[in-house]
């Protein structure tokens, strides 16, 4: 056994582990196929450092394995499955989950040759040499896994020309092609979903067309996509009528619901092996396009089809929650059969109570990372390899509306760089919680001004990452998106920072859809002391010009490195906003700039943030830039000119009218009841980063103990 060249044990339903005894063939075997099969435990070192042609693929080994994914040495592609506690790379996970956000619409290959350009489209290189064992991948965009080696002969191509000389019709990416003896799969990496035309470009280039012997072969073989057969006994030339013909195979309403598109070519022992010289069989292809059937979001704007993708895969999320609810007797409704919640339809936005468990291990305390406004949150991990955050409200949490479960479910389908993206929730007996992404670094305000051990030392160009990061955000809520939305409470608790630093606003809880027909909102006051525009806390006047007020403080404390709510230089400052005013007229701005910063930052950028920070606090709503244009400012296209606003020139009163107001208010009606006190004012020195919330119906009432919402602690997380 030990003098064995080719074992080929794939597709046998094979279960445990590779035996140790084949350890002994590492000397002399050539080819190894262990593939689609059920294998566990960890895949032997000795296979691992093999440089011979050895395919494990589509198995289920669940050791660690942090190989390579851009060539692996050795065929592992979705050999593996996550356990949580092992650590393997994208490629290797059973479902080639996409490690960042899903973000491509489309497939352009040229296979087997190179870039081509037809048309408006770029048809990327695929000239990588291929092999019996062989998995590729392109920029974590695009793939292929090739398996097999040929009958008869060691020397068979992976890559096909034109070597017969045939007039080609059809594009140029008709003259190459690839190919493999047994199996060949493509696949598009980190898709959207939705649904794609996908186009299989084919032409016959192996034989002749001259009536000798080499014109005689028959190539057959199956087609597969996304595991579902679309054409058995495909054969080339019969298709497209001869040889050296192109021909396209249109599949369309191919359906992507992960982030995965899988297109497998396989051989099934029909056609000539042989024919004109042994090794010639087995898939071939030309080219692969691929394009989506729905309206993609370049940033102009959702498309009507977007909208109704917002509309119906977050009301299933919306309308779940309220069922439950109303099941619970919270909305006063009447008990629901448990066959009716499972009749709902869940593809998107659902996990399992077992999932969830399975990911955070039994909500084991150690992966517990902080404590809600209701409830705490574990970080988990599911099957797949997706690292979650996970939010168990607590039991007692019974407040709740139908708009605002409502908007959460229409906000949660928003898509950008820099907001926070919920997964969707889990419902089961009395277990309510939510999962959204997680986000290494936890929130802005923790790093900035948080406990020493969980501060972050910000360099200047993060900070500017940073700041550009949330006003990108904000323009997407307030001008690119069709549903316009006010955020509300945008502070530096709300903004949370993945592992690279870049900036997500999250706690959608208070945001409001703003209808473009509407110069302002009136509605219930809202939000965090110390972040609120003058209008808004005085009199419920709400427009997306009060989140610029916001945005403004944030671009203070971000500079600074300084808590506005907390830093108080002199007595008879109650913010930081006071002194950078006072420093303003004095023509000392730079003196708010961070002093852990030293001389390593820019006194231009500086003094443009510091400014845009005092236009946007602006006490004129009318006078604040929108969020489009601050980020234009923020990136130098246009200048910032902040008004003067001499303090002694204000009204003393504007700013501090609504805060005097509520304390005022939480010391009278502090008897309502120990969960009302706690609910209006929960202000903690215990972490610089909590902020004081509240909700009040009117300057002249007072506050509403139902302001705390089920889920309007969403993502406010506050760690120990």
Not at 64 to 71: K, L, T
Not at 374 to 391: Q, T
Not at 415 to 427: A, D, M, T
Request: net charge negative.
């Amino acid at each position: 056994m030990a003098d064995l060249d080719t074992l080929d044990l794939s597709f046998n339903k094979l279960t445990g582990q590779i035996p140790g005894p084949l350890e002994s063939l590492k000397k002399n075997i050539k080819f190894m196929f262990l593939n689609n099969n059920s294998l566990t435990g960890e895949v032997p070192a000795w296979i691992l450092g093999s440089r011979k042609d050895l395919d494990l693929s589509y198995n289920n080994f669940t050791g660690s394995a942090e190989q390579s994914c851009q060539q692996l040495p050795v065929n592992l592609v979705a050999s593996h499955v996550s356990t949580g506690s092992n650590k393997i790379s994208w490629c290797l996970n059973k479902d080639l989950v996409c490690t960042r956000k899903p973000q491509y619409h489309s497939l352009f290959i040229n296979c087997g040759g190179s870039s081509e350009t037809v048309g408006d489209n770029e048809y990327e290189d695929d000239t990588t040499p291929g092999g019996a064992a062989d998995f590729a991948s392109i920029s974590e965009r695009w793939g292929y896994s090739s398996t097999g080696t040929y009958i008869g002969t060691n020397d068979g191509a992976y890559k096909a020309t034109n070597s017969y000389g045939l007039n080609v019709t059809g594009e140029g990416f008709y003259q190459t092609a690839r190919l493999a003896p047994q199996s060949l799969k493509y696949y598009g990496l980190c898709m959207l979903a939705g649904s794609y035309k996908v186009q299989l470009h084919f032409a016959e280039i192996m034989y002749s067309n001259n009536q000798t012997f080499s014109s005689l072969g028959r190539r057959i073989f199956d087609i597969s996509i996304q595991g579902k057969v679309v054409q058995a006994n495909f054969n080339i030339m019969e298709e497209a009528g001869g040889v050296g013909i192109g021909i396209p195979k249109v599949f369309d309403g191919i359906i992507v619901n992960g982030s995965t598109l899988e297109i497998h070519l396989y051989w099934s022992g029909k056609g000539t092996t042989a024919v004109p010289e042994r090794g010639v069989y087995g898939p071939l292809i030309s080219a692969i396009t691929v394009t989506p059937n729905f309206k993609v979001d370049n940033g102009g704007g959702l498309s009507v089809g977007a909208i109704i993708g917002i509309v119906a895969a977050p009301c299933v999320l919306a309308a779940l929650v309220l069922l439950v609810l109303r099941k619970k007797g919270y909305l006063g409704g009447k008990d629901l059969e448990d066959k009716e919640l499972r009749a709902l339809d869940l593809q998107t936005g659902y996990l399992s109570l077992r999932q969830i468990k399975h990911a955070t291990n039994n909500f084991d305390p150690a992966n517990k990372i902080g404590e809600g406004g209701f409830g705490p949150v574990y970080k988990g991990m599911l099957s797949d390899g997706s690292v979650i955050a996970v939010k168990q409200l607590s039991a007692k949490s019974k407040q709740g509306n139908r708009e605002f479960v409502n908007e959460i479910g229409m906000i949660s389908a928003l898509q950008h760089p820099h907001l926070v993206k919920l997964y969707g929730c889990c419902i089961e007996g009395n277990q309510l919680l939510l999962v959204y992404e997680y986000l290494e670094n936890n929130s802005l305000a923790r790093a900035l001004f948080g406990r020493d051990e969980h501060q972050i030392k910000l360099d200047w160009q993060t900070r500017k990452k940073i700041l550009l990061g949330i006003a990108k955000g904000l323009a997407y809520l307030h001008e690119e998106s069709r549903l316009k939305i006010v955020h509300r409470d945008i502070k530096a608790t709300n903004v949370l920072l993945d592992k690279d630093l870049n900036a997500k606003i999250s706690d959608f809880g208070l945001a409001k859809l703003d209808e473009e027909e509407n110069t302002h909102i009136s509605t219930r006051i809202a939000g965090t002391i110390g972040y609120m525009a003058p209008e808004y806390a005085m009199r419920g006047y709400l427009t997306d010009k009060a989140d610029v007020y916001s945005f403004g403080v944030v671009v203070l404390e971000i500079v600074s490195g300084k808590s506005n709510t907390n830093y108080r230089p002199k007595e008879e400052f109650v913010y930081l906003l006071d002194w950078a005013y006072v420093l303003q007229e004095q023509g000392n701005l730079l003196e708010l700039v961070d002093p852990s910063l030293g001389s390593n930052y820019s006194k231009t950028e500086a003094l443009r943030m510091l400014n845009l920070a005092l236009l946007c606090t602006n006490p004129s709503p009318t006078l604040r830039p929108s969020m489009s244009s601050a980020v234009k400012m923020l990136e130098g296209q246009i200048p910032v000119q902040a008004p003067i606003v001499k303090r002694s020139t204000m009204n003393p009163d504007a700013r501090f009218k609504a805060f005097e107001l509520l304390s005022h208010d939480s010391q009278t009606h502090v008897s309502n009841g120990s969960e009302s006190s706690q609910i209006q004012k929960s202000i903690s020195m215990d972490g610089p980063w909590i902020d004081s919330e509240f909700s009040i119906e009117s300057k002249d009432e007072i506050i509403d103990s139902s302001s705390t919402k089920l889920l309007k602690d969403l993502y406010d997380v506050n760690l120990d």
